[in-house]
């Protein structure tokens, strides 16, 4: 619901359609549209209580048209369906003439008060566009912020590893490194390349988290990383930490999966099921004994981020090779 809301928000027909045709052709389609649409609840209305209101049901028409088409659009819709009114439910119908000639001021009055609701929605939809774009920018920064803070403290713990004489602690280290490299990877394509509403296409983040990982497998192990995803939109803090299981899978399975000369593949599938979303992440090893290490730091790692995500994670390894499968609600 909060994400329809903000598509609405952001909703701009004629900038939507400036690909097709001319925005003021869009907008001229919109109002002609809206304005039909304005008739047929007149139409309905005159069903029941016929005449009343002659003018009323302008309003949300005009009010569309003008918050989704800009003024022109609203301006347009007003004065189409004002005509309507004024032509085919005042007396005398068929004809712009008065029954009584007190109703050409309040003709005039209605036409007026309808431009001015044109005015005032057009203010309020400037108003409101840029209040986004204000809280979008604003945003941004904090998010460039956060991924250059992460992309530090990676680099904090590369001069801990140059310091280490210990190889268990450099391979401790190395993973951290992974793990914060992941978010910096996350934040640099889910904050750039992510839509205004938050939803993130799935195909394009794992895709490109995925060549990140392989560049960084670089030629020291003979490991190809493939993706599989299918098109679907997940919230971004939800695809930060699908993201961040990918890369934690990924990582413990080219430690442990392989020897140091063996040749591997590890797959990552992510696809859209009727409840939700499933990923799977398998490799090709020699399996890791998943169940034999239960307090390992990757595995918690990877129970608390599904957790996290609201998800369920099962997990087979054998000497067939490892698979892990994740299940989160839509």
């Given at each position: 619901?909060?994400?329809?809301?903000k598509?609405?928000?952001?909703l701009?027909?004629?900038?939507?359609?400036?690909g097709?045709?001319?925005?003021?052709?869009?907008?001229?389609l919109l109002?002609?549209?809206l304005?039909?649409?304005?008739?047929?609840?007149?139409?309905?209305?005159?069903?029941?209580?016929?005449?009343?209101?002659?003018?009323a049901?302008?309003?949300?028409?005009?009010?569309?048209a003008?918050l989704?088409?800009r003024?022109?659009?609203?301006?347009i819709?007003e004065?189409l369906?004002?005509?309507?009114?004024w032509?085919?439910?005042?007396p005398?119908?068929?004809s712009?003439?008065?029954?009584?000639?007190?109703?050409g001021?309040?003709?005039?009055v209605?036409?007026?008060s309808?431009?001015?609701v044109?005015?005032?929605?057009?203010?309020?939809r400037?108003?409101m566009?840029?209040?986004?774009?204000?809280?979008?920018?604003l945003?941004?920064e904090l998010q460039?912020?956060?991924?250059?803070?992460f992309?530090?403290?990676?680099?904090?713990?590369?001069?801990?590893?140059?310091?280490?004489?210990?190889e268990e602690a450099?391979g401790?280290?190395?993973?951290?490194?992974?793990?914060?490299e992941?978010?910096?990877?996350a934040?640099?394509?889910?904050?750039?390349?992510?839509?205004?509403?938050?939803?993130?296409?799935?195909?394009?983040y794992l895709e490109?988290?995925?060549?990140?990982l392989?560049?960084?497998l670089?030629?020291?192990?003979?490991?190809?990383?493939r993706?599989?995803a299918?098109?679907?939109?997940?919230p971004r803090?939800?695809?930060?930490?699908?993201?961040?299981?990918?890369?934690e899978?990924?990582?413990?399975?080219?430690?442990?999966?392989?020897a140091p000369?063996?040749k591997?593949e590890?797959?990552?599938n992510?696809r859209r099921?009727?409840t939700g979303y499933d990923?799977a992440v398998a490799d090709n090893?020699?399996g890791?004994?998943?169940?034999?290490?239960?307090?390992s730091?990757?595995?918690?790692l990877?129970r608390?981020?599904?957790?996290?995500?609201?998800?369920?994670?099962?997990?087979?390894?054998?000497a067939?090779?490892t698979r892990y499968?994740?299940?989160?609600?839509?």
């Open positions: 619901m909060r994400s329809a809301f598509r609405l928000a952001h701009d027909v004629p900038d939507l359609a400036s097709v045709m001319p925005v003021v052709a869009t907008q001229v109002a002609v549209v304005s039909a649409a304005s008739v047929g609840l007149r139409v309905v209305a005159d069903l029941f209580m016929p005449g009343a209101g002659p003018f049901l302008t309003i949300p028409a005009v009010l569309v003008t989704f088409g003024w022109l659009c609203g301006a819709a004065t369906s004002s005509l309507y009114a032509y085919f439910v005042l005398i119908v068929g712009f003439q008065f029954a009584v000639p007190a109703d001021p309040r003709v005039l209605n036409m007026a309808g431009y001015f044109v005015a005032l929605a057009e203010l309020f400037r108003a566009r840029n209040a986004l774009a204000d809280r979008d920018a945003l941004l460039h912020r956060v991924k250059n803070n992309a530090s403290i990676a680099s904090v713990l590369r001069l801990q590893i140059s310091s280490t004489q210990s450099k401790e280290l190395a993973a951290a490194i992974g793990r914060v992941s978010f910096v990877h934040y640099e394509f889910l904050y750039h390349d992510a839509d205004r509403t938050g939803a993130v296409d799935m195909r394009g490109g988290l995925c060549r990140a392989a560049a960084s670089g030629s020291t192990r003979d490991v190809n990383l993706c599989e299918e098109p679907a939109e997940m803090d939800r695809a930060i930490l699908v993201g961040l299981l990918v890369n899978v990924v990582n413990n399975s080219v430690k442990h999966a392989f000369a063996q591997g590890i797959t990552v992510f099921s009727e990923l090893g020699k890791i004994g998943v169940e034999g290490r239960p307090g730091l990757g595995l918690r990877i608390g981020l599904t957790a996290q995500a609201e998800g369920t994670v099962a997990s087979q390894s054998d067939g090779g499968t994740f299940s989160f609600q839509a």
